[in-house]
């Protein structure tokens, strides 16, 4: 994994492009992180979720991990 960090909204169009050059973060294991995991076609390296109910689980087979783990992905 690149030692960046980018932070955006996408279109289908830009996150396939990007898809392509980067390792994948979502930020959110809920609804709208399951409509973006069905748009890439590789699975992202975890979803990030303030949520602690969730954190150490899986989403759609994706790790899902604190924010504070953000630092460890660098």
């Known amino acids: 994994m690149t030692s960046e960090m980018h932070y955006a909204f996408l279109s289908e169009t830009e996150l396939n492009q990007i898809?392509?050059?980067?390792?994948i973060v979502l930020w959110g294991a809920g609804v709208l992180g399951e409509k973006t995991i069905n748009l890439?076609?590789?699975?992202?390296?975890?979803f990030i979720d303030n949520?602690?109910?969730?954190?150490?689980?899986?989403?759609?087979?994706?790790?899902?991990?604190?924010?504070?783990?953000?630092?460890?992905?660098?």
């Open 19 to 23: 898809e392509k050059d980067y390792d």
């Open 40 to 46: 890439l076609h590789d699975d992202p390296v975890c």
């Open 51 to 74: 949520n602690p109910k969730l954190q150490g689980s899986t989403f759609e087979g994706t790790p899902v991990r604190s924010p504070d783990a953000l630092g460890e992905l660098r």
